[in-house]
């Protein structure tokens, strides 16, 4: 009689055999989230929505609201055994807002209140003092709004795709930029119309944003290049649904790569 597929013959202790299925195989990977690495071993015919719901009670992100990401973004109905994943070491990224900050910006809006209230109690106190400075209000004042700005979007996260470039946005200067990530060469590229600025991600030792006041659909990001206050690079009117992604992709490469932070 032919051998069921995917399964070989294991010797009990009393010299018989059991067939031992493929659907008892486990890998082992890891999640990174924010600052955070969250090491799994899952049964290999897992789906993604299961791992999803593991990761929940993790990270406190809703299985709904969460987006794995390994090549592009994946498919709850894929199972782990599809991804082709290496059999060593597989790194997945997890994008999404825990549970109580999704529900604060809700509370917010049904309140019609800023948006940035749901996030303060997230913020330090040097978040406050660094976009608290009068520099910010007198560029925006100043420059207004781009007029080719993108269309930002509150309480939502969207994902950049490979080689996406996101436009519509100032430097502190007024300069129109262009922001961009090159993964073949682990870069971040900021450019506006005379130069370009080549950022490797392993220097970057951490971003951070904050809302606009009037405009709580877009941010004032500040990427830390270097020890001191003058290393840091400032851009306007990000659309705030790109603001996690764009975080969780340098965190992730400084996680995986070597912690190089400094604080600001």
């Not at 599809?82 to 997945?92: F, G, I, Q, S, T």
């Not at 119309?193 to 220097?203: D, E, Q, R, Y």
């Not at 975080?247 to 996680?255: A, D, I, N, W």
Request: with cysteine; net charge negative; proline share 5%.
């Amino acid at each position: 009689m032919a051998e069921i597929e995917n399964q070989e013959n294991l010797p009990e202790a009393g010299g018989s055999t059991v067939k031992a299925s493929s659907s008892d195989e486990c890998i082992s990977l890891t999640v990174v989230h924010n600052r955070h690495r969250y090491d799994l071993t899952l049964p290999i015919n897992s789906t993604v929505l299961s791992m999803k719901e593991r990761l929940e009670s993790l990270t406190n992100v809703p299985a709904d609201m969460q987006k794995l990401v390994f090549h592009g973004i994946l498919d709850d109905s894929k199972r782990l055994s599809e991804l082709k994943l290496p059999p060593r070491d597989a790194k997945l990224m997890l994008i999404g807002s825990e549970r109580s900050a999704a529900e604060k910006v809700r509370n917010a809006e049904q309140k019609a209140q800023p948006v940035e209230a749901a996030s303060e109690s997230a913020n330090e106190d040097s978040d406050s003092d660094l976009f608290s400075e009068g520099e910010h209000r007198r560029v925006l004042e100043r420059f207004g709004m781009p007029e080719d700005a993108m269309v930002g979007i509150i309480n939502s996260q969207d994902l950049l795709a490979p080689d996406e470039t996101l436009s519509g946005m100032y430097d502190k200067r007024g300069q129109s930029l262009r922001l961009r990530f090159k993964p073949e060469t682990s870069e971040l590229w900021l450019a506006t119309n005379s130069v370009t600025h080549k950022v490797p991600l392993a220097t970057i030792h951490d971003v951070r944003s904050q809302p606009i006041k009037e405009h709580p659909e877009y941010h004032i990001m500040a990427f830390q290049l270097g020890p001191t206050k003058k290393s840091r690079f400032f851009v306007y009117w990000l659309p705030a649904q790109y603001v996690e992604c764009i975080k969780t992709m340098v965190m992730q490469h400084r996680l995986l790569h070597g912690d190089r932070r400094t604080s600001f």
